[in-house]
């Protein structure tokens, strides 16, 4: 069987709070021969001074901070040939930074549900995830047009965890969630 994403490579999956990134991410690179998953929420979670909730305005350094470590330790695995699933919020607005700090090709997935399943799953969770219904939907209404990114959206609503990893699979290996060439 050839893995849906060759070792090398790296697939960001995103989406707003309650789309299912962390638990679609691990259900993906299960099915891997030798992958990786970076979440990208870990790398804000490191901050222990400063840190700024990254829904706010003035998080915007940060948030940029953020994303090119997160991006630099999954060019790393993917330097050492794994495949590598990037987990977390990357909005099209951070991905010339994401791509700019990668040597590696970048596939991009935004998982959006509706946002009442959003909502829904992401309050649900409990403590300590985000369970604020206010920046939830901030963050939702950030990817609700992506307008050129609106291509790489798969709507999950309907769709359980298998579902949603086999969709996923069938437009990587169609080459439609394509976002660069390796540098």
């Known amino acids: 069987m050839i893995d849906p994403l060759p070792t090398g490579e790296i697939l960001v999956v995103t989406g707003p709070p309650g789309s299912g990134k962390s638990t679609v991410a691990a259900a993906f690179v299960a099915q891997l021969d030798r992958a990786v998953v970076v979440d990208g929420d870990a790398f804000l ?4 001074r400063g840190w700024i909730p990254p829904w706010e305005p003035a998080s915007q350094a ?12 999954a060019d790393a ?10 987990e977390g919020i990357v909005g099209p ?15 991009y997935a935004v998982l959006r549900p509706s946002a009442e399943v959003a909502l829904h799953r992401a309050t649900s969770r409990g403590e300590p995830w985000l369970v604020d219904p206010d920046p939830i939907m901030q963050m939702y209404r950030a990817f609700a047009d992506l307008g050129d990114y609106e291509r790489f959206v798969m709507d999950s609503t309907d769709l359980d965890v298998e579902a949603t990893v086999a969709a996923l699979g069938d437009a990587l290996g169609a080459g439609r969630l394509a976002l660069s060439v390796a540098h």
Request: charged fraction near 15%.
């Open 45 to 48: 979670q490191s901050i222990r």
């Open 62 to 73: 940060q948030n940029e901070t953020v994303i090119t470590a997160t991006a630099r330790a």
């Open 77 to 86: 695995y993917a330097a050492g040939n794994y495949a590598v699933v990037v």
């Open 93 to 107: 607005w951070f991905l010339h930074r994401f791509t700019e700090a990668v040597r590696a090709r970048v596939h």
